[in-house]
């Protein structure tokens, strides 16, 4: 059993519509939680960034972490066509921070106009 | 600002044959890294430097080997290329091994026929 799992998707949800990506674990060591989005073609690019429980709002982002039930998740608020890409949340131990962290396999979401 | 470097972007090679994926980066970053990136499995770590001189092996670090002998740059080298090989190959840096966030290059589209 793999120590993230992610929602694998694909997808597809019309324009402005809440769209919710979700990764559960097992590793209760994991203090950092990170979501990547990635473009097709690029390399990932952090977007959010969450210390422990609870929840980090950034615009049209909110990310949750909810660490008693080993549960992640992504909210994306009024979601617009740029936000069509892959999304990866990754985890990682007190020790370890971004270094090395374990990555899911992505979801990968379209929007459409 | 140019970030994380990586040359090629795509390269075919036959099996047994030997390449050198290139990396710089520009941010002056202690610790860099490569992963591949294979459907249904995620981001995976092959190999890590903390410093120049320092390198240490990941999750998948078979057939490859690396070296830092500058703070720059971060060569991963394939000796004996295999069909397994065929993945994308992302390069990535962070300030340090600790630090929060890390900063992808562009990939490399690597097919071993």
């Known amino acids: 059993q793999k120590e993230v799992e992610q929602d694998p998707g694909p997808l597809s949800v019309p324009e402005g519509a809440i769209v919710s990506l979700n990764c559960t674990y097992s590793?209760?060591?994991?203090?950092?939680f990170m979501w990547y989005r990635q473009y097709s073609r690029k390399g990932p690019e952090l977007l959010m960034y969450t210390y422990s429980s609870g929840n980090k709002e950034d615009g049209r982002f909110t990310a949750q972490v909810d660490k008693s039930s080993k549960y992640i998740s992504l909210f994306i608020r009024d979601s617009q066509p740029s936000d069509s890409a892959t999304y990866l949340c990754a985890m990682s131990t007190r020790n370890t921070n971004a270094g090395k962290s374990t990555f899911g396999d992505g979801t990968t979401l379209t929007v459409k106009p | 600002n140019a970030g994380v470097t990586q040359t090629p972007k795509f390269q075919v090679l036959k099996t047994g044959q030997s390449m050198t994926l290139q990396c710089a980066q520009d941010m002056n970053h202690e610790y860099m890294s490569w992963y591949r990136q294979d459907p249904g499995m995620g981001l995976r770590l092959i190999h890590y430097?903390?410093?120049?001189?320092?390198?240490d092996q990941g999750e998948v670090p078979n057939g490859y080997n690396v070296s830092r002998s500058t703070t720059e740059d971060f060569p991963l080298r394939l000796l004996l290329a295999a069909p397994s090989q065929t993945s994308v190959y992302f390069c990535?840096?962070?300030?340090?091994?600790?630090?929060?966030?890390?900063?992808f290059g562009e990939g490399s589209w690597l097919t071993v026929v």
């Open positions: 430097s903390v410093g120049a001189g320092i390198t």
């Open positions: 990535a840096s962070a300030l340090t091994i600790s630090g929060n966030t890390i900063y």
């Open positions: 590793n209760s060591a994991f203090q950092y």
